[in-house]
């Protein structure tokens, strides 16, 4: 059984190119929870035009990250990987819910303050209730547990409290989920400055691997990260450089940081670099082989998509009909 069929729910959106930060930090956590959880893994679409987007890019996108999640391990015949557009409850509920979240609360969120700044033309109402939709996709499968990194934390705390508002006024209806953080690559820097994360939106190239980067891109970028004058490798907050490389190493190649820094001690950073490029590029390698392989398959990834938005669609409309009940909408006459 699996965890006496606890539910799982985490979503990405398709907005950019993915980098090894989202990957180290998401994605690999997803796969390794995989199989303990009742797992619904979206491609959150709705929420991505909150920010302006090409149509044909966006759709393009949207089927390059839901063909990764697949090539990352996911498997589609138990996880429910699908498009979040795809399941009206979505938005649906993320209605009734925004009738149940206060101004003051959307207000303090530090995402929708740093959005609204970098984006100053265009901030929309859907910018502003983004946590809502986040909330209801959610609460929408009763999932227990949410895999995110450290930066989704405030909007999974807005999603407890209006879960129990909710609760509190109309009794069980929606579980109330924990956060899951993974322990290793929860937040990897910028190779250009190991004081930022690692992020897609980020303008210079050679900041982020790409997931599809070739390996003499991998080495190149390796190779330019910024470390320090030290010349000594160990793990440790005022070496920020070498801790993130070290951060990479370990995570591609199952190493503590004890065990790393222990195979380094008599090394250079130009061969701590060598060495994490190959390790990146042994995770990276058969990644791309699956994605290209899958890309070739149209027809088994149109059927993914087709099924899994009906499992996703049937799972939801459960507590959909349940909420619709608690707020006093008419029964439907069948
Ligand atoms: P953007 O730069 O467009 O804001 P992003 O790269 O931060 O995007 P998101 O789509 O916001 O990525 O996040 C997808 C998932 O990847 C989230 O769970 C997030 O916490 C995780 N994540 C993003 N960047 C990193 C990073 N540098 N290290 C670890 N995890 C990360
Ligand atoms: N805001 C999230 C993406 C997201 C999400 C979710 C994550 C949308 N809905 C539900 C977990 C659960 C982000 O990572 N930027």
């Known amino acids: 059984m699996l965890n006496g069929n606890k539910v799982l729910?985490?979503?990405?959106?398709?907005?950019?190119?993915?980098?090894?930060g989202n990957y180290l930090g998401a994605l690999k956590n997803w796969v390794a929870l995989a199989d303990e959880y009742e797992c619904y893994y979206s491609v959150v679409d709705m929420h991505?035009?909150?920010?302006?987007?090409?149509?044909a890019e966006l759709r393009r996108r949207a089927r390059a990250l839901l063909t990764l999640y697949i090539a990352?391990?996911?498997?589609?015949?138990?996880?429910?990987?699908?498009?979040?557009?795809?399941?009206?409850?979505?938005?649906?509920?993320?209605?009734?819910?925004?009738?149940?979240?206060?101004?003051?609360?959307?207000?303090?969120?530090?995402?929708?303050?740093?959005?609204s700044a970098k984006h100053a033309d265009n901030i929309n109402a859907g910018?502003?209730?983004?946590?809502?939709?986040?909330?209801?996709?959610?609460?929408?499968?009763?999932?227990?547990?949410?895999?995110?990194?450290?930066?989704?934390?405030q909007h999974l705390e807005l999603t407890r409290d209006i879960a129990q508002r909710f609760n509190s006024i109309y009794g069980d209806v929606f579980t109330v989920p924990e956060p899951y953080i993974g322990k290793i690559g929860a937040k990897i820097?910028?190779?250009?400055?190991?004081?930022?994360?690692?992020?897609?939106?980020?303008?210079?190239?050679?900041?982020?691997?790409?997931l599809m980067d070739d390996p003499d891109t991998i080495r190149r970028k390796c190779k330019r990260a910024v470390t320090d004058s030290e010349g000594v490798i160990l793990y440790r907050d005022?070496?920020?450089?070498?801790?993130?490389?070290?951060?990479?190493?370990?995570?591609c190649t199952s190493k503590t940081p004890d065990e790393a820094v222990r195979e380094f001690e008599s090394c250079g950073y130009g061969q701590l670099?060598?060495?994490?490029?190959?390790?990146?590029?042994?995770?990276?390698a058969p990644l791309q082989e699956r994605v290209r392989d899958l890309e070739k398959d149209k027809a088994y990834i149109d059927k993914v998509i087709h099924d899994n938005a009906e499992r996703a669609a049937y799972a939801s409309s459960k507590t959909l009909r349940k909420v619709q009940k608690k707020v006093g909408f008419p029964e439907r006459i069948r």
């Open 9 to 20: 729910f985490s979503g990405m959106q398709a907005t950019g190119n993915l980098t090894l």
């Open 273 to 284: 670099k060598e060495a994490v490029s190959e390790a990146v590029i042994s995770v990276l």
């Open 48 to 55: 991505s035009i909150t920010v302006r987007q090409d149509p």
């Open 189 to 210: 820097m910028s190779l250009q400055d190991p004081a930022k994360k690692m992020s897609k939106s980020d303008e210079n190239p050679n900041a982020s691997i790409y």
């Open 238 to 251: 005022e070496q920020p450089g070498v801790k993130n490389l070290l951060d990479i190493y370990c995570a």
């Open 72 to 115: 990352a391990g996911l498997d589609p015949e138990k996880s429910c990987i699908y498009f979040q557009s795809h399941v009206s409850g979505h938005a649906e509920l993320a209605w009734i819910l925004s009738c149940f979240t206060y101004m003051g609360e959307l207000n303090r969120m530090t995402q929708f303050k740093d959005k």
């Open 127 to 153: 910018l502003f209730t983004y946590p809502v939709l986040m909330a209801a996709d959610i609460l929408l499968y009763q999932a227990d547990v949410v895999p995110v990194g450290i930066d989704q934390m």
